[in-house]
């Protein structure tokens, strides 16, 4: 059984202005001092937000067109928010932060942001201001830049949609998987009834007061992108620019022993219900004996006992009787620089989430080391990955679906070869630098 791609029902896009690349030559006027922000290090925290932001400081280092980077990263040392910031290494600070009330961001140490934090800005002089998020920081940083350096300019990348929606930003309403296609007022209140459809329109234009303290917005995907349209940031003011990815070779194809075929299958990443595990565990349990014996699944991920314990008992219940049946294999947590071993085991990566991924890490991360994937048709997943092209599409939440391709794709022996070498490879973390810094010297996104 063979799997063919499938067209794409056409919908007008909104046009959306050029993204600066490697190949724009931009004059360099002056050498650019920037302080990159994330709400984590990746000392503490893996997430791809943090990751995607310690990795464009570390580029920023090496770009030309820069005098001098830094990061100043939120940090959770077990003491509270005691507004602290301290130095971790050369050229990389921690800040001691936390927000006290989610709804609005209001950061928890106010006397940190408009002291330590502003001595800081007045001490480095930055150019420019890269922040890669408000979670656990507030939003009141992005005020005190401007007030002590009003010539400094803010870029904020946009990993998800916490301005848009209170719950947690994942746009998904709250006791159950029901996605939001958009936001209203009247929505989030059913949603969190202790708080009123005046209040969450209140919230809407607080976030709004400060995104106008912003000079330029990015976003790692057009569909992002186009759902903080709909909210209210100015097309003209926010641009796609990827994330940069490490420069290694691609792998080689995992060796297959006589007559094998492609049908290892690897999950990389947390162990969430929003990641769809769940939907995966249950196609794989859907199949008939025949069926689980001609491919497998590799779990690579972690923090499944953070989760609630209904989510876990669930999880367990599923896995056991797969992983008696071989068709399973539960590899456990992985450090980043793991990742290369763990990927050359399997033919094919899964993204099976449910929720309205942004643009995944392991997307780009996998075609980097030259692995098609099998993701849900949903949001930046669908964007990332051209079905039929480099990879596939499953319906997002639906095991039946899964189960089908998984089984269709362990057949096919020409498919992995077909997606295989469709692979685009995605822009380097040097490329991404030069992007971002394109667009600052020009002040426009269409310089190309």
């Not at 690897?266 to 595990?277: A, L, V």
């Not at 999880?315 to 992985?334: F, H, V």
């Not at 039946?400 to 794709?409: C, G, H, N, P, Q």
Request: aromatic letters at 8%; proline letters at 5%.
């Amino acid at each position: 059984m063979s799997i063919s791609a499938s067209k794409r029902a056409a919908r007008p896009v909104k046009p959306r202005p050029r993204v600066p690349t490697v190949r724009a030559r931009a004059e360099v006027a002056s050498r650019e001092r920037i302080l990159v922000m994330s709400h984590a290090h990746p000392d503490f925290s893996l997430g791809g937000g943090e990751l995607a932001a310690y990795n464009l400081f570390k580029a920023y280092r090496e770009a030309d067109g820069v005098e001098e980077s830094w990061f100043l990263a939120r940090a959770d040392r077990g003491h509270g928010a005691t507004g602290g910031i301290s130095l971790r290494r050369p050229g990389e600070y921690l800040w001691e932060q936390a927000v006290h009330d989610w709804h609005r961001m209001k950061a928890a140490h106010q006397e940190s942001v408009t002291t330590w934090f502003a001595d800081l800005i007045r001490r480095l002089r930055p150019t420019v201001v890269h922040t890669h998020h408000y979670a656990h920081l507030g939003l009141e940083y992005l005020r005190v830049i401007k007030e002590v350096s009003p010539q400094t300019r803010i870029v904020l990348t946009l990993h998800e949609y916490m301005a848009i929606c209170r719950h947690n930003g994942q746009m998904v309403k709250t006791g159950k998987f029901r996605l939001c296609h958009s936001s209203s007022a009247d929505d989030c209140a059913a949603c969190f009834p202790g708080t009123s459809a005046e209040d969450f329109w209140l919230r809407k234009h607080f976030f709004q007061s400060y995104f106008t303290l912003v000079d330029q917005f990015v976003s790692p995907s057009e569909f992002l992108r186009q759902r903080y349209i709909d909210w209210g940031i100015d097309p003209e003011k926010i641009v796609v620019i990827e994330n940069g990815q490490s420069s290694e070779e691609a792998l080689p194809p995992r060796a297959l022993p006589r007559g094998g075929r492609r049908n290892h299958f690897g999950f990389f990443g947390q162990i969430n219900p929003f990641k769809g595990i769940d939907v995966l565990l249950e196609a794989l349990a859907s199949l008939t004996p025949e069926e689980q014996a001609g491919l497998l699944v590799e779990v690579h991920g972690a923090n499944l006992e953070a989760q609630s314990e209904a989510f876990q008992t669930r999880i367990e219940s599923l896995r056991e009787p797969l992983l008696a049946s071989g068709c399973l294999r539960w590899a456990g947590p992985y450090q980043p620089h793991e990742m290369r071993d763990r990927v050359a085991g399997v033919d094919w990566v899964l993204v099976p989430s449910v929720w309205w991924e942004n643009s995944p890490m392991v997307i780009q991360e996998s075609f980097v080391l030259g692995r098609p994937l099998v993701v849900s048709k949903l949001g930046g997943m669908a964007e990332k990955v051209r079905h039929g092209v480099d990879g596939y599409h499953c319906a997002a939440g639906n095991p039946r679906d899964w189960a089908r391709t998984l089984v269709a794709l362990a057949a096919d022996a020409k498919a992995w070869e077909r997606a295989h070498a469709a692979i685009r490879r995605p822009v380097s973390h040097a490329e991404c630098a030069r992007s971002h810094l394109v667009l600052l010297q020009t002040g426009r996104a269409d310089a190309a």
